[in-house]
């Protein structure tokens, strides 16, 4: 049915927004108070922004009480888009929380007057696009889209403080069932020929070893174009292998995110001074190689390799937040040496990738020719949190699984491959979701 909210919508995807929320403003919502956008940093998850970094906005002696990032704002009107050139996240580690500010300043056309506004009833609309940009538009309790939301609200799912509209999108389908339909028609299909979607959104015949993913994708009709994720309704897709469709058991850990250091004598004097302070002689016997690997946890004792050990710094566990925003985790040596760092702003920026919700389905290969097969039981995972992420890092669960090399390492050229890998078993992969629960979609 067209009301006034899904033409609100269809505006937005018309200036390319492809995912769609809307939060409800509080009175203290607004351009003095700034707005709030939840406990937590699940918000980041939602609200694409820019490198996160220290705000020096902030009075003396709390600039490393708060970050900020921006945000590529455009506030939305009859007229079209308009910039809103000062709009920016502001991180708070301390409660910890997202709020949203600096929205009015040198937009033209910004809605003034209901920003400025301590009024009741409120709501502000999020149109996400694929390339960063963010759309804002913001109604009053009487306005016609603000009452066709209410009728809606109680049937939506929310994601924090946000509401999401992908089911207004999708004419009243819900997306999370709509998946689990999807899936369970692949799993009916059985054994599948391994494919990956073309530039032309037509599957065509994949033959390496890792098409379960492309294959996967291809059959939810999902387009190698847009989020750098699959996306399914807003739903990341996420493949993995099982030895069986009875214990589901994975046959390798996931990889989380893969950021090199920002830190330390890896980034100081670079990977080759790195590998030869800290790497060891290839163990196969290849000769002029060196190599750095292992596992490195918080909850382990120096490496016997590699005399390395890992540790957080500025994240209390107790209590889950950020105590100091220069911190990171970081490798450090038996002489308390730096060896490789990773800032928490990096770590930030590379976690709010991720999407807030993601199905984890397993699958079986059979070779040759390659051909996958999808479970009958998934994993649907809702709410990460970069916060999430440091607890497990802190906790252990999460470690850094390293394979870095230099091969020639004696001649005048030298071959460098990097590596930095922070992995998690999939057994703990919960642990860095607010919700997670195997489905049966048979």
């Known amino acids: 049915m067209i009301t006034p909210l899904t033409r609100l919508l269809d505006r937005m995807a018309t200036h390319g927004a492809a995912r769609f929320y809307a939060k409800r403003l509080a009175p203290n919502d607004n351009s003095k ?3 709030y956008l939840g406990g937590g940093f699940g918000a980041l998850n939602i609200i694409p922004h820019g490198e996160v970094g220290s705000d020096d906005s902030s009075r003396a002696g709390s600039v490393r009480d708060r970050a900020k990032a921006m945000v590529r704002f455009f506030w939305l009107d009859d007229e079209g888009v308009t910039p809103a050139p000062d709009a920016q996240l502001i991180l708070y580690p301390k409660y910890p929380e997202v709020r949203m500010s600096g929205f009015l300043r040198g937009a033209e056309r910004a809605p003034n007057v209901l920003m400025k506004s301590r009024d009741e009833g409120r709501v502000l609309f999020f149109g996400i696009c694929p390339d960063g940009r963010v759309l804002g538009h913001v109604v009053a309790s009487d306005d016609p889209v603000a009452r066709a939301f209410d009728a809606a ?69 999902i387009s190698p174009n847009g989020f750098a994720d699959p996306d399914f309704m807003g739903w990341e ?62 909850s382990r004792d120096f490496h016997p390799e590699t005399g390395l050990m890992l540790r957080l710094t500025g994240f209390d566990a107790a209590t889950g937040k950020i105590t100091e925003l220069d911190g990171g985790i970081v490798l ?20 709010n990738r991720k999407h807030a919700k993601a199905v984890y389905v397993p699958s079986l290969m059979q070779f040759p020719p390659p051909e996958y097969s999808y479970g009958a039981v998934v994993q649907l995972c809702e709410g990460t949190d970069v916060l999430l992420f440091l607890a497990a890092v802190s906790a ?14 004696g001649t005048a050229k030298p071959m460098i491959k990097r590596r930095s890998q922070f992995r998690v078993r999939h057994d703990a992969l919960k642990g860095l979701y607010r919700g997670s629960a195997m489905v049966s979609i048979t």
Do not use: C
């Not at 493949?239 to 850990?253: E, H, L, N």
């Not at 030869?276 to 002689?281: D, E, L, M, V």
């Open 332 to 351: 450090l040596d038996r002489d308390d040496n730096v060896a490789a760092s990773w800032g928490f702003r990096g770590i930030i920026a590379h976690w």
């Open 153 to 221: 609200a109680p049937s939506l799912d929310a994601t924090g403080v946000f509401l999401d509209l992908e089911k207004l999108r999708q004419g009243g389908t819900d997306p999370k069932e709509a998946l689990l339909a999807a899936l369970r028609r692949i799993h009916a299909k059985g054994w599948i020929t391994s494919q990956k979607m073309g530039r032309a959104g037509v599957p065509e015949p994949y033959s390496a070893r890792n098409g379960g993913g492309y294959t996967l994708e291809a059959e939810l009709g």
């Open 33 to 35: 108070n700034q707005v």
């Open 237 to 298: 897709v996420k493949q993995y292998g099982v030895s069986d469709f009875t214990s589901y058991r994975a046959k390798s850990p996931v990889t989380l995110m893969t950021p090199e250091p920002t830190g330390g004598l890896y980034r100081d004097e670079g990977v080759t001074a790195f590998l030869r302070r800290y790497g060891y002689a290839d163990k196969s016997g290849k000769a002029d190689r060196i190599n750095f690997g292992g596992i490195y946890a918080a």
């Open 396 to 409: 252990g669960s999460v470690y850094y699984d390293p394979g870095i090399k230099i091969e020639a390492a």
